[in-house]
């Protein structure tokens, strides 16, 4: 037998291998030239209106105290980012079934709505001293300040979610004699999944805010805390927000990929 060459790409191939590799560089081109423009406009705006550097240091001196500072903000962090998430945990696993049971039915969540639109319009950055004083200075207050902090726009988003399945849809399970249950599990939900990413990825910068919030007001550990006994260092505070900033990034990203492989067709129907 003879040993073929492999197979050369053809004309008609390099074009579709030449847009797939467009399309990969699009998706991460714009937030890294998003990212630098920020930071180039941060730096234009300090140099050109020569604003004090114990004010708003420019882009190097925050990457320089960065350096002189790493175990001391990369330890601070890791509290701020665990306070974050395991609020951010609690909230999804109370959000999801109280935006289920909105959504069993009208009455419900006629009756439920205000209430809950009351509580969400409480500023929750108030609550801290409350939670402090009543808990201590632990992780504890921390993680249920996050926990409000996200709670509402989860569970939001999960009921309009389940509210707006297409008709068609659920009349065809029940045309098939699909229980209940199983036509939330294989029509509802899968059709609440894009409102129920979008605020998963609302609620991951608010679970940040939540941890600094708390950590603003009392504690001994964390991002907020650096920010709040930073004094006169403005490049050590700065750091702290720039840290903050690229965990929001990064949390952003993780929930839109974690989109991507749960519920793939979101992408191939929105973009």
């Known amino acids: 037998m003879t040993a073929h060459p492999p197979a050369q790409p053809t004309a008609d191939d390099r074009p579709s291998r030449a847009r797939r590799g467009w399309r990969a560089a699009t998706r991460v081109e ?10 180039i406009l941060w730096w234009a705006i300090v140099e050109g209106l020569d604003v004090a550097p114990y004010l708003v240091p420019a882009p190097p001196a925050v990457l320089d105290a960065m350096r002189a500072w790493p175990g001391y903000l990369a330890s601070h962090g890791r509290v701020t ?12 696993l109370t959000a999801l079934p109280v935006g289920a049971v909105l959504a069993t039915s009208r009455w419900v969540y006629a009756a439920a709505m205000p209430s809950l639109l009351a509580l969400n319009a409480i500023p929750k950055p108030a609550l801290a001293p409350v939670l402090l004083a009543t808990m201590g200075f632990g992780i504890a207050p ?3 300040l996050v926990w409000l902090m996200a709670l509402f726009t989860i569970t939001l988003a999960t009921a309009t979610g389940l509210r707006q399945t297409p008709a068609e849809l659920v009349e065809l399970s029940q045309a098939l004699c699909a229980t209940r249950l199983r036509t939330v599990w294989k029509i509802r939900l899968p059709a609440a999944l894009p409102h129920l990413f979008v605020g998963v990825q609302q609620a991951l910068p608010l679970a940040l805010i939540g941890a600094v919030v708390a950590e603003l007001f009392g504690g001994a550990e964390g991002l907020g805390f650096v920010i709040a006994n930073a004094g006169t260092n403005a490049d050590l505070a700065f750091a702290a927000i720039a840290i903050l900033a690229a965990m929001s990034i990064t949390l952003h990203q993780l929930a839109n990929l974690a989109q991507t492989v749960i519920a793939p067709w979101i992408h191939r129907t929105t973009n």
């Not at 890294?32 to 930071?39: F, K, Q, S």
């Not at 980012?81 to 999804?92: D, I, R, S």
């Open 81 to 92: 980012l665990t306070e974050a998430l395991a609020g951010f945990a609690l909230a999804l």
């Open 30 to 39: 714009p937030p890294i030239a998003g990212v630098a423009g920020c930071l």
């Open 142 to 144: 921390k993680v249920v």
